[in-house]
């Protein structure tokens, strides 16, 4: 079935650094979420994208739909303690099926 | 407003006993999926429901599992008999409907089947 590739899994960075991770799809997708989850608790939505070429900032978060419209990309500037924890983007596709696919997860850890 | 909620947070069961989650979506919202959280296959949807009726199961991984939705404020997925690998965190999400909506979720039921 349908896959979404998410990278890197995982990454260390420093705080006060930039990061970016990125979600590729083996389809064309119409839209992308990307969800932040904090351990024992459900996935919170962070951003919406809806059209080819789209970018959208939640306050230090910037997310792009890509032009082919088969990936993703979540950049973080700044990154602070708060912003450990587990990344992920979801897609639906142009099938029709209404099912939104989940990505594996990238696992952020800040060092301070 | 109330987000999606879910309920028990935590469910420790024996093997072969019933397990019945609960879930009740944001008010307004039409469209219910139900999802399991593991490490080794991530997030899997297990089913979604759209104006109360179920529109695909194929995510149900047997018969043992099943879900209900009998009114646009309730759902509930049941699993019997419950089996060890059936641990796992269940989590429900809604949405206003279908096709490219956002899509809310719950904080999860964390199964434990021993």
Known sequence: ?112 | DAGVIQSPRHEVTEMGQEVTLRCKPISGHNSLFWYRQTMMRGLELLIYFNNNVPIDDSGMPEDRFSAKMPNASFSTLKIQPSEPRDSAVYFCASSRGLGNEKLFFGSGTQLSVL
């Open chain 1, 1 to 112: 079935g349908q896959q979404l590739n998410q990278s890197p899994q995982s990454m260390f960075i420093q705080e006060g650094e930039d990061v970016s991770m990125n979600c590729t799809s083996s389809s064309i997708f119409n839209t992308w979420l990307w969800y932040k989850q904090d351990p024992g608790e459900g996935p919170v939505l962070l951003i919406a994208l809806y059209k080819a070429g789209e970018l959208t900032s939640n306050g230090r978060l910037t997310a792009q739909f890509g032009i082919t419209r088969k990936d993703s990309f979540l950049n973080i500037s700044a990154s602070i303690p708060s912003d450990v924890g587990i990344y992920f983007c979801a897609g639906t596709s142009t099938s029709g099926t209404y099912k939104y696919i989940f990505g594996t997860g990238t696992r952020l850890k800040v060092l301070a």
